[in-house]
């Protein structure tokens, strides 16, 4: 499965941005896909994650409240909406799968290429 970001770019504080993931290949209903972004000297963080099957949904402290994870199966494509964007939300955000939840990064195999986010102040 190759997976494919897009929805980035330059926006404002305050400001929205809707993320998209469109995978090739099928994603099995037992899959989790997730949401990282990488800041530059950063690790690479764990920011949301959806259950492909069910869709149950998980959130970083850092964005619950301001972000929404979702899918539509028909696109086999995962969204993410992040609003009331911040200054330290800046970073190059990547889509990932495993075949169950986790925070950890090395959990998840077929990341994308990622996409950058960048929100001035």
């Known amino acids: 499965v190759q997976l494919v970001e897009s929805g980035g770019g330059l926006v404002q504080a305050g400001g929205s941005l809707r993320l998209s993931c469109e995978a090739s290949?099928?994603?099995?209903?037992?899959?989790?896909m997730g949401w990282f972004r990488q800041a530059p000297g950063k690790e690479r963080e764990f920011v949301a994650a959806?259950?492909?099957?069910?869709?149950?949904?998980y959130y970083a402290d850092s964005v619950k409240g301001r972000s929404t994870i979702s899918r539509d199966k028909a696109k086999n494509t995962v969204y993410m909406q992040l609003d009331s964007l911040k200054p330290e939300d800046t970073a190059v955000y990547y889509c990932?799968?495993?075949?169950?939840?986790?925070?950890?990064?090395?959990?998840?195999?077929?990341w994308g290429q990622g996409t950058q986010v960048t929100v001035s102040s």
């Open positions: 290949g099928r994603i099995y209903s037992s899959a989790v």
């Open positions: 959806i259950r492909w099957g069910v869709g149950n949904t």
């Open positions: 990932a799968r495993s075949t169950s939840y986790s925070t950890v990064a090395r959990e998840y195999g077929n």
